[in-house]
């Protein structure tokens, strides 16, 4: 039907509840229905019966006091804020509106309530038509309200922005001269016989209302929407038999004979047992769904009570491991108390000692005093007096060699430390990695190109058949740039990851990987300014030559970082071109391993192809590639092996490593192993070379079957070679790490000693691995070695 546009009159009273979206609709209806007219905004606030705790929904009289408060202000807060959702849509859509809000333990009595405390007239609410099949609140509410309100107000029910019926008041509109006194007093008397015929519902609301007789109007003015159904109310036979009964009324009056009283008595009384039996009906409709909500309540206070119990046993599981956790706690804290205890009685211990020291030293302060005062009284004592000051001069000088040796060990350990300390960022914007991230530099062509004056030939130090390398001045610093054959690499997203690898291998005696520049294929590394092990066997730049303590312990720093880079996880890393141009050396002529990881920056079908092995050796240099991997294209451990042994055989001897192992297998054969020895490097200890000799025929083998494998204990015993005669000190007594004699050796998983705060250090910037072996430890807690402390405080007095 078409909207109906009224002027001015009272206020226009709208129930919503707690649906923004249905609130909407009904506030819609409500403005094109009743333009220019303010609305107000009618809420009952229902409190929710329950409140949420930790053990559940409680009844509101079973819960804390303070909780129910608090819920309570939060239920008012969040009307609240509703409420100023609905005045906002008023005011956007130009609407006066106002706010009137009660609190109702039911919805439908505090609208009724409302509706008699302010004596409100107009009235639009929700309801669900009552042909719908299911049973919802907003039908029960309605029914409520067009039961309960007060006869002068008049109301209407919406639903989903559609008007779906009418309530009207007591004083509703006249309907005009045609229809008579009698009608209006039948209709009044039809509404007092039916307690539930205040809803009148209009079937043909979305007709216009021109098509609606005025007879149509009449009937749903007088019909009770509750008459049986045998009654049709749009029937034409009705339309006609009160279109008569409006004219006589109106035309003659009221002048009925007593047949047909009798006859409209009868009909009157049939209709209202008819009547009261539809309310029979409807009253056990609600008592059945009353009984099924009775249920349902039942059974969720069932759940409860069971979700209470569980929670009590929470509860009580709780308290008892707190009960535990106490006791654990007591016990922790009389076992600390006990370690204090110790700990007191060892620092009374080492209060004695000092005191007895400090007593030897006066001892030996007031012995001093005596002997100069004997020197100066004996004049014949002046030639034991100048061998005294030869004596101390001797002594200082051994003073300043040992310094110089811990000097030498403090640089080693911050060169060390130095592989995972930052780069930094440099003026043109490259990152380098940190302790915390070891992620490498990624440089650009630009940068490589400005560090080597685009690759000039001056800055060419170096070329192999992988490609060549060049001395550039980058980040405040000198590095070693390694520009690679892109024709043997992989593609730059796979180079670069691989690259990232192998930049986090961290190892004493591993060259530093910086960055990389994947779009030259090129390696940045640190630079180091002493040249490689083949410029020392070779006397390049009249450099001295190698003593065997010191090619020894080039054997075994080799080893070690071999060892490393083959207990990688989770995949074995193969150096692949292991030869003395791969050994550098830095400024303490400790040697670093290159190169590494070259193999694993090109495609398998490359690397497997026999040309590429040719293609990238230097014309004239000798190969030390493992023989077996010209058969089986494979490269392994044992490859790198091989070219160990043929290294450890050329130091000892000197030679061309062109036939070697047979020369030296020949020698040892005859037992003329001293006369194949390079007599440069000193006279080599017997148990020494014949070890070193040994090793290095077996790593020759060309079965790698017979070849043997990198242990732990295998580089120890190569350490012992060289420490051994070079430190007075027992090598036991010095940490792996730092090379010093050990003043809190404390154990690790792996078996090995180490120094404690060089080894938390070690385990602080992230790393889980041995640093003897690169394997994973079963776990990070250290273990005192007190045999060893003593043994060391031991040897320390009496020396």
């Known amino acids: 039907m078409p909207e109906i546009v009224e002027e001015g009159g009272d206020r226009i009273h709208v129930a919503v509840g707690k649906s923004v979206d249905k609130a909407i609709a009904l506030l819609r209806w409500s403005f094109e229905r009743f333009r220019n007219r303010e609305i107000c905004i009618l809420h009952v606030h229902q409190p929710s019966p329950f409140i949420p705790t930790h053990l559940g929904k409680l009844p509101a009289s079973q819960a804390n006091s303070k909780v129910v408060s608090e819920f309570r202000s939060y239920e008012k807060e969040r009307t609240r804020k509703l409420l100023s959702n609905y005045l906002s849509i008023c005011t956007q859509s130009k609407v006066r509106a106002s706010v009137t809000v009660i609190e109702a333990s039911h919805v439908q009595k505090g609208i009724v309530d409302l509706v008699n405390k302010h004596g409100i007239r107009k009235l639009v609410m929700g309801a669900i038509p009552e042909n719908c099949m299911k049973v919802k609140t907003g039908s029960r509410k309605a029914r409520y309200a067009a039961k309960n309100a007060p006869q002068f107000c008049e109301i209407w029910f919406v639903n989903k922005g559609k008007h779906i019926s009418t309530r009207e008041a007591f004083e509703g509109p006249s309907f005009g001269g045609s229809i008579g006194q009698s009608a209006i007093a039948t209709a009044d008397n039809l509404r007092?016989?039916?307690?539930?015929?205040?809803?009148?519902?209009?079937?043909?609301?979305?007709?216009?209302?021109?098509?609606?007789?005025?007879?149509?109007v009449l009937i749903e003015a007088v019909l009770p929407p509750s008459l049986p159904s045998s009654i049709n109310r749009y029937d034409p036979q009705c339309y006609h038999n009160l279109?008569?009964?409006?004219?006589?009324?109106?035309?003659?009056?009221?002048?009925?004979?007593?047949?047909?009283?009798?006859?409209?008595?009868?009909?009157?009384?049939?209709?209202?047992?008819?009547?009261?039996?539809?309310?029979?009906?409807?009253?056990?409709?609600?008592?059945?769904?009353?009984?099924?909500e009775a249920f349902q309540e039942f059974l969720k206070l069932k759940k409860l009570e069971a979700e209470a119990v569980e929670a009590i046993g929470k509860v009580k599981a709780l308290e008892s491991a707190r009960a535990h956790e106490t006791k654990l706690r007591v016990e922790a804290e009389n076992a600390l108390k006990m370690t204090i205890q110790e700990q007191e009685k060892l620092l009374e211990e080492r209060a004695?000692?000092?005191?007895?020291?400090?007593?030897?030293?006066?001892?030996?302060?007031?012995?001093?005093?005596?002997?100069?005062?004997?020197?100066?009284?004996?004049?014949?004592?002046?030639?034991?007096l100048k061998l005294i000051q030869a004596s101390i001069a001797a002594l200082q000088h051994e003073k300043q060699k040992i310094q110089q040796q811990k000097m030498e060990s403090t640089r080693w350990l911050d060169h060390w430390r130095s592989r995972g300390q930052a780069v930094g960022t440099t003026h043109n914007g490259v990152i380098g990695f940190t302790e915390d991230s070891l992620e490498l530099a990624e440089f650009s062509l630009t940068d490589l190109q400005t560090a080597t004056c685009d690759f000039s030939e001056t800055f060419k130090i170096g070329q192999s058949g992988y490609g060549s390398v060049y001395k550039g001045e980058m980040m405040d610093r000198t590095v070693a740039i390694k520009k690679l054959h892109p024709r043997n690499m992989q593609q730059q997203s796979e180079f670069l990851q691989e690259v990232q690898v192998l930049g986090k291998l961290q190892h004493p005696h591993l060259v530093t990987l910086i960055g990389a520049c994947p779009e030259a294929w090129s390696l940045v590394y640190e630079y180091l300014p002493n040249g490689s092990l083949q410029d020392r066997l070779s006397r390049r730049s009249n450099t001295c030559s190698l003593t065997?303590?010191?090619?020894?312990?080039?054997?075994?720093?080799v080893s070690s970082a071999l060892l490393f880079l083959h207990s990688c996880k989770p995949e074995k890393i193969v150096h692949g071109n292991l030869k003395p141009e791969n050994i550098v050396f830095d400024s303490a002529i400790s040697c670093k391993i290159c190169d590494f990881g070259i193999c694993k920056l090109m495609p398998k079908e490359t690397l497997h192809c026999p040309s590429f092995r040719r293609g990238t050796e230097l014309k004239g240099a000798f190969s030390y590639t493992d023989p077996e991997f010209n058969r089986t294209r494979s490269l392994t451990p044992k490859s790198d092996i091989y070219s160990l042994g043929l290294i450890i055989l050329q130091l000892l001897t000197g030679r061309d490593p062109v036939g070697l192992a047979s020369e030296v297998r020949k020698a040892v054969s005859c037992g003329k192993l001293t006369s194949v020895l390079d007599s440069s490097a000193g006279e080599w200890p017997n148990f020494v070379s014949k070890q070193l000799v040994d090793l290095g025929l077996k790593c020759c083998e060309l079965n790698s079957r017979d070849r043997p494998e990198l242990t732990p204990s295998l580089v120890r015993e190569l350490e012992k070679l060289y420490t051994l005669e070079e430190r007075p000190a027992p090598s036991f007594f010095l940490c792996p790490i730092l090379q010093e004699i050990m003043h809190d050796p404390q154990v690790?998983?792996?078996?090995?000693?180490?120094?404690?705060?060089?080894?938390?250090?070690?385990?602080?910037?992230?790393?889980?691995?041995?640093?003897?072996t690169n394997l994973k430890l079963d776990h990070l807690n250290l273990t005192p070695n007190h045999a060893l402390r003593h043994a060391i405080q031991d040897w320390l007095l009496k020396s």
């Open 748 to 772: 690790a998983a792996d078996g090995f000693t180490y120094e404690g705060d060089a080894l938390l250090t070690w385990l602080e910037n992230g790393n889980e691995t041995s640093p003897m």
């Open 243 to 292: 279109s008569n009964l409006t004219n006589t009324s109106s035309g003659s009056g009221y002048t009925s004979s007593a047949e047909q009283r009798a006859s409209s008595d009868s009909a009157t009384k049939v209709d209202d047992e008819e009547i009261l039996h539809d309310l029979l009906i409807e009253a056990r409709i609600e008592a059945e769904a009353s009984r099924d």
């Open 352 to 384: 004695d000692v000092t005191r007895e020291l400090q007593k030897a030293l006066r001892n030996i302060a007031l012995l001093d005093s005596r002997a100069q005062e004997a020197n100066r009284r004996r004049e014949e004592a002046g030639g034991e």
């Open 548 to 557: 065997w303590k010191i090619r020894a312990r080039i054997i075994a720093e």
């Open 192 to 216: 007092e016989q039916c307690s539930k015929s205040e809803l009148v519902f209009d079937p043909e609301c979305t007709r216009p209302s021109s098509s609606r007789s005025t007879e149509s």
